[in-house]
C-alpha cells in the first residue's frame, strides 16, 4: 500500500474480514467450476495471523491441486517452516531491487533487502520450490538492476520474472514513458546469456518462459502493457471481505460475503459464481491506450484489495 494511502487509513474491522472458514467454503463453490489453483495473495498476507490454519483448511479442499503464496518476502524466514507443514506448495516473492537505496524508495521505506533474500532462502531449505521472484521494471528507477537480479539467482531454482509496470489501481502515478517493454528486457538479458523459449506449461499461463542455454534455469516475462493476454485469462480474485472481482483491473466486484452470511445455499454460492465468470467482459488492457485517454476515467479496484 502506497505511504499516502497507509497514513490515516481506516482497516477494515476483523468482522467485515471473511473467516478461514468462509474463505474455505467459498473455495469449494469454485472447484466445480474448474478452478484448481488457489494462491494466498494480499496486501501482504503474512501479516495475518495464524496464516497456516488457513492453508490447512484450504489444503483439505478437494480438487484443489496447486496452493501457493504471493509475499513481500520480509516475515518469510520466520513462516515458511509452519506453511510447508501446513500444506502449502510455493512461493512467489516480490523484490524489485537488490540495491537497499532502490529498495528503500520503492517500499516506502519499510523492509530490509536481507530479511527479502533470507525469506527466499528459508523457502527453499523447507522446500516451498521453486520460488519465483517477481519484479515489475520502471524505466529510471530499478531497471539498470535487471541484470544484477538475473545473476544472483541464476543457477538456482529461483525462476525470475519481470513484470512491465502497469496502471494499477489509482495512486501509482503510472506513466508510460516509464514503461520497459518486456522486448528489451530479454534483449538485454540474452545479449549476456543467450536464451530459449519454452512452451507454456498450461493455457493462460501469464508468463513467457525462456531458458538459458546453459542449462542455468530460466527467466520469465509478464508483459499485461506491450502483449495483453486477457483473452487467455483464467483468474478470479477474492478481496478478504468477500468480494469477487474478475480483472486486475476491475471498477467493481459482486460481493459474495453477503449471500454467504446471510443463509446462501452451497448451490446459490455457486450459481452466482458461474453466473458473474460467465457474464464478465473484462479487456482492460487490450483497451487500455483508449481508456486512459478517456475524458472520465472509472476509478480501478486497488491492488492491495486484490493482490496481483
Known sequence: MPKADFEGHQFLPPAEQLTFEEIARLVRQFVPLGVRKVRLTGGEPLLRP???ELVRLLRAVEGIEDLALTTNGSLLAAQAADLRAAGLHRVTVSLDSLDPQIFAQLS?????VDDVLAGIAEARRVGLGPVKLNAVVERGINDAGVVDLVERFRGTDVVVRFIEYMDVGNHNGWDPARVVPS???LARIGARWPLSPRAPLVRGEVARRYAFADGQGEVGFISS?????CGDCARARLSSDGVLYTCLFAG????????L???ATDDALGALVRGVWTARDDRYSEQRATLIRAPSRRPKVEMHVVGG
Open 252 to 259: 467493481r466486484g459482486t460481493s459474495l460475503r453477503e449471500p
Open 261 to 263: 452470511r446471510a443463509g
Open 50 to 52: 495464524h496464516l497456516p
Open 183 to 185: 522486448a528489451e528486457l
Open 225 to 229: 502493457v506491450t502483449a495483453p493476454f
Open 108 to 112: 516506502g521505506g519499510r523492509g530490509r
